[in-house]
C-alpha cells in the first residue's frame, strides 16, 4: 500500500479444556498456554501496532486466592513485553516447582485455563496502557467480574452513553470500548441479580445460589439486552470471572471471526490461518463466528454458538481481503490473485497491447499476490496471442517462425527494493519529502529508456501521499515512457467508521479529484448543496438519514477521476513520462471476493444507518476546515 493505514485489532481467545499436568505430561510443559497464546498474538501481530494485553482466568480457585491475571504493554515490541513481563515470574523457579502444576496454578499467575489476547490498533484514545485491551470490570462477586477485548467501532456511542446515564450510570469516558463493557456490565449484573433471587427465594443458602448462578448463567441472554442498540462493526471477545468465555459478531459480519475445538482446547482468533498454524489443524475443521451471533465456551468446556442478532446481509469487509488479514489463508489468498487477473484488460488497453515494449512490477510487497494474479492473466492473454499468431501462419509454419512466436514473452522485474534502515532516520527529520523519496532502491538497466511502459501494481492507493513524494519521482529516474500504477482495489472515496482508521474525507485523493473537478467545471453549487443538504438532516434519527456525499462523485465518471488522481499526483519535472493510474472496479471486486461483499470504502453503501450519519458529518467537518474525527 503507498500509503499505510491503521489497521483493525485482533484478538485471540483460548481455554484449555484439560488439567494443567495434561500439557506437561503430553507437550513437556506446564505453560502450554502461554506458548500458544505468545504464538496466537504474534501471528496476528500485522493487527496491532500501538498495543497489547493478555488475560488469564484460574478455574475453581478458593476465595481469597487471585484468580484474574493481566499484562499490558504499549509501544515498541509490546507483544515481547507482555510476554517478557510474564513469563519473568518463573525464572526463578526450581525444576521442580515449575513441574509442579499445581503449585504453580495457586501461587503463579497465569496458569490458567481461560487466555485473552488483544493486539491494539487504536482508533480512539491516546496510546496509553489504559486504553489498551483486554478491560476487566472487577467485581468482589467471581460471576460478575468481566474481562472484554474486540476488534470493533461503534457509530452510535453518544446515544449509547446517554442509555447509561439514563439507567443511572456513570461512566467515565465517552469511548466505545468503555460504552460496551459497561453495557454488557449492566446485563450481567441484572442476570446474576435475578438468578440470585430465584434461587434465594427457593431456599438454597448463599454458597449454593453461587454455585447455581455459575452454572446457569444466559450469557445469550445478556449479550441480547445489551447489545439490541449497537450500530457499528464488532468482534468481541470475553471472559466470566467464574471461567465462562465468549466470542460476538455483528450481525453483518463486518469484522471477522473464526474458532476450532477438540477434546484439549477451544480457540478463537481474528484470521483463520493463525489457528491452523498454530494449532496444525486441517482448513475445513476451523469454522467461521456466523453473523450475530455468539460462540459460547463454559465452564465446563461445552462449545456452542447461540444466534443473538437477526443475521442481516453479509457485508464482510472487502478491505480484509485486499490488504488487512494475512495472505496465507487459502481463500484470500486466490482472491488476490483474482483481484489482480481481473486489471488485464484495462492495463492491455492502457499499453496498446504492447508486450514487447513493457515490464511489470509490483510495490510495496503487500502487493506481490495481486501481481501473481496480474501475471497469470497476462499469460493467458499471450498464449491466446500466440495461438491466433500460429493459427495465421497457416502453410509456413517453419520452425524459425513457431520458435519466434513460442519464445515471446512479457518482462516481470523487481523494480523497487524497500531500504528498511530509512524508515526511522526519516520520521525524525524535517526535510522529509527529500528523503521520502529514497526509501526505495531501483533497479538500474530494467527500463528501456523512452521506449518501455512500466506497469506497477499496488493494493490500493489511499492518500497517494507516498506515490507523489516517493514513488512516483523514483520511478520517473528510470525515464520509461509511460507509467501505469494499478491499484487492486477501487478508489477509495468514503470513510470508514466500523474500525479502521480511515475517517478524514480531506485525506482520501479521490475525493480530492472529485473535488478538483467540481470546482474546474464551475459547479462549486454541488459541494454547498451537499454540505447543506448533510446539516439539514444532522439532528434526523441516523435510521432516516442518506449518503449525501456520493453526490460529489456523480457528475464524473470512475476514468475521470482517475485521470484527475494521476494528474495531482505527478510530481513536478515528470513532464517526459506519461503517468497513468487504473483502479479496480466495483464489479471486479464483487466478482474477486463474491462472499465478502462490505465495500462502502468505495461505493458509499454503508451495512449499518450509523455509516451514513458518519460520512455526512466527515463531509461536514470537511467543509468547515474541522481536523477531527467524524464519530468516537
Excluded at 264 to 271: D, F, G, M, N, R
Excluded at 432 to 458: C, F, M, P, S
Excluded at 493 to 516: L, T, V
Excluded at 534 to 561: G, T
Amino acid at each position: 500500500m503507498s500509503d499505510s493505514i491503521k489497521h483493525e485489532c485482533g484478538i485471540a481467545l483460548l481455554r484449555l479444556k484439560k488439567p494443567l499436568d495434561f500439557y506437561l505430561e503430553k507437550y513437556g510443559t506446564a505453560f502450554y498456554g502461554l506458548r500458544k497464546m505468545y504464538l496466537l498474538m504474534e501471528k496476528q501481530h500485522n493487527r496491532g501496532q500501538d498495543g497489547s494485553g493478555l488475560a488469564n482466568i484460574k478455574l475453581d480457585m478458593d476465595p481469597g486466592t487471585r484468580y484474574v491475571s493481566r499484562s499490558r504493554f504499549t509501544g515498541n515490541n509490546n507483544i515481547q513485553r507482555v510476554f517478557e513481563h510474564i513469563n519473568a515470574r518463573y525464572d526463578a523457579l526450581s525444576e521442580e516447582q515449575l513441574n509442579d502444576t499445581e503449585w504453580l496454578k495457586q501461587n503463579k499467575a497465569f496458569t490458567g485455563e481461560v487466555f485473552l489476547g488483544h493486539l491494539r490498533y487504536g482508533t480512539y484514545g491516546k496510546n496509553s496502557v489504559e486504553n489498551t485491551h483486554p478491560f476487566h470490570r472487577a467485581n468482589n462477586w467471581m460471576t460478575k467480574n468481566l474481562i472484554l477485548a474486540g476488534n470493533f467501532n461503534l457509530t452510535n456511542v453518544d446515544e449509547l452513553f446517554d442509555v447509561l446515564v439514563n439507567i443511572g450510570q456513570h461512566p467515565k469516558e465517552k469511548s466505545d470500548t468503555v460504552t460496551i463493557l459497561e453495557k454488557i456490565g449492566h446485563f450481567l449484573d441484572e442476570e446474576n441479580q435475578l438468578l440470585f433471587d430465584k434461587y434465594k427465594a427457593l431456599g438454597y443458602d448463599y454458597q449454593k445460589i453461587t454455585e447455581l448462578i455459575v452454572k446457569n448463567l444466559d450469557i445469550q441472554n445478556i449479550l441480547k439486552n445489551s447489545s439490541v442498540d449497537w450500530d457499528g462493526g464488532y468482534a468481541m471477545a470475553g471472559i466470566l470471572g467464574h471461567g465462562d468465555a465468549f466470542v460476538f459478531r455483528d450481525p453483518n459480519g463486518i469484522r471477522p471471526a473464526y474458532w476450532y475445538e477438540d477434546d484439549e482446547i477451544a480457540v478463537a482468533t481474528s484470521e483463520r490461518p493463525v489457528i491452523q498454524t498454530v494449532f496444525n489443524v486441517p482448513l475445513e475443521d476451523i469454522k467461521e463466528v456466523t453473523p450475530g451471533s455468539t460462540l459460547i465456551i463454559k465452564k465446563n468446556g461445552e462449545v456452542f454458538e447461540k444466534e443473538i442478532l437477526t443475521p442481516k446481509e453479509r457485508k464482510s469487509c472487502s478491505f480484509e481481503r485486499i490488504y488487512f488479514s494475512r495472505g496465507s489463508d487459502k481463500d484470500i489468498y486466490n482472491e488476490r490473485k483474482e483481484l489482480g487477473n481481473k486489471l488485464v484488460p484495462q492495463i492491455l488497453t492502457s499499453i496498446n497491447q504492447d508486450l514487447k515494449n513493457s515490464v511489470f512490477t509490483f510495490i510495496p510487497n503487500t502487493a506481490e499476490t495481486a501481481f501473481y494474479g496480474m501475471v497469470k492473466g497476462i499469460d493467458a492473454h499471450l498464449n491466446q496471442v500466440k495461438i491466433d499468431e500460429i493459427q495465421a501462419l497457416g502453410d509456413n509454419k517453419t520452425p524459425e517462425a513457431l520458435r519466434e512466436i513460442l519464445e515471446f514473452t512479457y518482462r516481470a522485474e523487481k523494480i523497487a527494493i524497500k531500504d528498511a534502515k530509512l524508515r526511522t532516520f526519516i520520521t525524525q527529520d524535517d526535510d522529509r519529502d527529500e528523503l521520502v523519496a529514497h526509501v526505495y532502491d531501483l533497479t538500474y538497466g530494467t527500463v528501456n529508456e523512452g521506449k518501455d511502459n512500466l506497469i506497477v501494481v499496488d493494493d490500493s492507493i489511499v492518500r497517494g501521499t507516498t506515490l507523489r513524494t516517493s514513488i512516483l519521482k523514483m520511478l520517473g529516474r528510470l525515464k520509461p515512457k509511460k507509467i501505469v500504477v494499478v491499484s487492486s482495489a477501487p478508489q477509495i472515496r468514503y470513510p470508514d467508521c466500523y474500525g479502521i482508521d480511515m475517517s478524514k474525507m480531506g485525506d482520501f485523493i479521490a475525493f480530492q479529484a472529485a473535488i478538483a473537478l467540481l470546482k474546474e467545471s464551475g459547479r462549486q453549487f454541488v459541494i454547498d448543496d451537499v454540505y447543506n443538504q448533510s446539516i439539514a438532516q444532522a439532528n434526523l434519527p441516523k435510521e432516516e438519514m442518506r449518503n449525501f456525499v456520493k453526490d460529489i462523485y456523480a457528475p464524473f465518471s470512475p476514468d475521470e477521476i482517475s485521470a484527475k488522481i494521476a494528474e495531482i499526483l505527478t510530481p513536478a519535472g515528470m513532464d517526459d513520462v506519461e503517468v497513468e493510474i487504473i483502479y479496480q472496479t466495483l464489479e471486479g471486486l464483487h466478482a474477486s471476493c463474491p462472499e465478502n461483499l462490505g465495500d462502502w470504502y468505495f461505493s458509499g453503501n454503508y451495512p449499518t444507518p450509523g455509516g451514513n450519519k458518519a460520512v455526512n458529518q466527515a463531509f461536514i467537518n470537511y467543509y468547515e476546515g474541522k481536523n477531527v474525527r467524524a464519530y468516537c
